[in-house]
């Protein structure tokens, strides 16, 4: 059974940085797409990046391109996002997923979910 379990989420100032960890465990995830969406209160979720768990290419949502930087550790089966110059339109509760396949940036195309983790950025 897949699971996905994030970390690392907290308060910041405006400006500032956050690592948010995506530890994954269950089977072998090569071949599979890791991607990190967040959802905001009274918003639907949204994707805000991605990475291939072979090869390592990377995609992100025009919002956070430049400011967030998607990684992988295959010794540690973990993704990280780490967010930096976050802004308060940043906030929302940040989870991670994957699909046995490329890229996407719909939820629906996620087969399994972490249960989240909150980041606040305040002004």
């Known amino acids: 059974q897949v699971q996905l379990v994030e970390s690392g989420g907290g308060l910041v100032q405006a400006g500032g940085s956050l690592r948010v960890s995506c530890a994954a465990s269950?089977?072998?995830?090569?071949?599979?797409?890791v991607g990190w969406f967040r959802q905001a209160p009274g918003k639907e979720r949204e994707f805000v990046a991605g990475i291939r768990w072979s090869g390592g290419s990377t995609y992100y949502a025009d919002s956070v391109k430049g400011r967030f930087t998607i990684s992988r550790d295959n010794a540690k089966n973990t993704v990280y996002l780490q967010m930096n110059s976050l802004k308060p339109e940043d906030t929302a509760v940040y989870y991670c997923?994957?699909?046995?396949?490329?890229?996407?940036?719909?939820?629906?195309?996620?087969?399994?979910w972490g249960q989240g983790t909150q980041v606040t950025v305040s002004s």
């Open positions: 269950g089977r072998t995830f090569s071949g599979y797409a």
């Open positions: 997923a994957v699909r046995n396949a490329i890229i996407r940036l719909g939820v629906e195309e996620y087969d399994y």
